[in-house]
């Protein structure tokens, strides 16, 4: 891995510079670079295949980067420093690392043999090996927070996918992440499901939680968002205001795309 910039003393909470993301010859990723401060809520726009979800899983670890670096939390993400050189880090330390951000994706990924309850029980319980009796009783308040404390003992195939969502949402906040990524989370549910998961994400975004959102939802993003980016081809066109960038876009392709959107 090429040089990266030794971290600065005072880090947003996520710095990305210069990722670089290839499958074989097809250059996913083209330089991205950007900023997130904690509590900051940023939408990530943009025609399929520009590059937003492989960018959010460079930052959870889902992928590794083929250039540049990424930091969460002040830490750098996948390697570590040792004099000038960067070493690689094992499997178990990127686990570790992993646990700073929650991911939520477009499909639910449940566990269909288990309980809402019990599905977010699992990753504190096993991976973080927290007390039983202590993660209980905060999936119960993450399950009311989302909206479904009377859907504890109800298993995946008992909810509708809007409530699914929502358990996975709360299935991800009790890992305590720093941060929350979203991947199109709400683009595998029928319509009339979907202002109930963006209640949640506005909900998350007004109690300051740092979140990175993937989203085609537009009304959503110019609502909640702190910034927008557009993406195309691996690459940022445009970063500003939801203003700014859904209101009065300055580049061609942000404009077409948003015509299209609207249409």
């Keep these: 891995m090429s040089a990266v910039p030794q971290a600065q003393a005072a880090m947003p909470m996520v710095v990305a510079h210069d990722v670089q ?11 991205i670079s950007m900023e997130v401060a904690s509590g900051e809520v940023m939408c990530i726009v943009g025609p399929s295949g520009s590059g937003k979800s492989t960018f959010l899983r460079c930052i959870n670890q889902l992928e590794r980067t083929d250039g540049g670096a990424i930091w969460l939390g002040g830490e750098l993400c996948g390697y570590r420093r040792k004099g000038n050189e960067l070493r690689e880090l094992s499997d178990s330390e990127i686990a570790r690392q992993r646990l700073a951000s929650g991911m939520v994706f477009q499909r639910f990924n449940l566990f269909g043999h288990m309980t809402a309850l019990q599905n977010i029980m699992e990753g504190p319980v096993v991976v973080q090996q927290r007390k039983r009796a202590e993660v209980r009783d905060e999936a119960e308040a993450l399950l009311e927070r989302v909206g479904l404390a009377g859907k504890s003992g109800a298993y995946p195939g008992e909810l509708s996918g809007g409530q699914q969502q929502r358990v996975a949402i709360a299935r991800a906040l009790a890992m305590r992440p720093k941060l929350m990524l979203f991947d199109e989370p709400t683009s595998a549910l029928d ?13 998350l975004a007004l109690s300051g939680m740092t979140m990175i959102v993937v989203t085609h939802e537009l009304g959503f993003a110019r609502e909640v968002s702190d910034r927008v980016v557009f993406m195309d081809q691996g690459q940022v066109l445009e970063c500003g205001t939801p203003a700014e960038v859904l209101t ?3 580049h061609a392709r942000t404009k077409e795309f948003i015509a299209a959107i609207l249409s």
Excluded at 21 to 31: D, T, V
Aim: hydrophobic residues 30%; charged residues 20%; glycine residues 14%.
């Design 191 to 203: 319509p009339e499901l979907v202002g109930e998961v963006l209640g949640v994400m506005k909900d």
């Design 248 to 250: 009065h876009p300055q």
């Design 21 to 31: 993301k290839y499958y074989g010859s097809y250059h996913a990723l083209k330089g």
